[in-house]
T-cell receptor, first 114, second 116 residues
């Protein structure tokens, strides 16, 4: 079945360092992937997305890399700041047709040390 | 733009009562809304897909008579937890998909339900 999972449940980085959060997905037919940030007690916040016809996409301080060969997705955060501390989820647009259903990974907690 | 609100943000109810949660898209029209449930330190679990003007599609294992979903307009979907029990206590989150979009979903801030 479809599943999206994360390699590490918690990532601790020093302020100013770069962070890399990884995600593995199992459905090779998935064509759209998203990274969300969720702070405690709040809903997920969109960070960046990527379609399957791309390998890399950059935003402000964030980069998403997609490796379809090994079904791997990563989120890179440059110059990590205390405000980046949160749980990060990858999500995959799953299901057949255009249902728009998202399948979420288990989440990685990012802790930024001052 | 693309703001989704939920009401209430927190609710406490007694066992056996029902509680309604509203999800509104404030500045766009959403033909499709999604309802998720999230337990502490866990990921989001899709409960159902809500389509405007039609019956909701529930995920396997989700009781449709327990979690009533109504999507009466292009900007409002409601989730009613009927005959609530303590095990229904959770964080409920909705998302909405712009009718003009294909991929993007915009999430609400969530509703914390506590059943005593």
């Amino acid at each position: 079945g479809e599943s999206v999972g994360l390699h590490l449940p918690t990532l601790s980085v020093q302020e100013g360092d770069n962070s890399i959060i990884n995600c593995a997905y199992s459905n090779s037919a998935s064509d759209y992937f998203i990274w969300y940030k969720q702070e405690s007690g709040k809903g997920p916040q969109f960070i960046i997305d990527i379609r399957s016809n791309m390998d890399k996409r950059q935003g402000q301080r964030v980069t998403v890399l997609l490796n379809k060969t090994v079904k791997h997705l990563s989120l890179q955060i440059a110059a990590t700041q205390p405000g980046d501390s949160a749980v990060y989820f990858c999500a995959e647009k799953g299901g057949s047709g255009n249902t728009g259903k998202l399948i979420f990974g288990q989440g990685t907690t990012l802790q930024v040390k001052p | 733009g693309a703001v989704v609100s939920q009401h209430p943000s927190r609710v406490i109810c007694k066992s056996g009562t029902s509680v309604k949660i509203e999800c509104r898209s404030l500045d766009f029209q959403a033909t499709t809304m999604f309802w998720y449930r999230q337990f502490p330190k866990k990921s989001l679990m899709l409960m159902a897909t809500s389509n405007e003007g039609s019956k909701a599609t529930y995920e396997q294992g989700v009781e449709k008579d327990k979690f009533l979903i109504n999507h009466a307009s292009l900007t409002l979907s409601t989730l009613t937890v009927t005959s609530a029990h303590p095990e229904d206590s959770s964080f409920y989150i909705c998302s909405a998909r712009d009718r003009q979009g294909y991929y993007e979903q915009y999430f609400g801030p969530g509703t914390r339900l506590t059943v005593t």
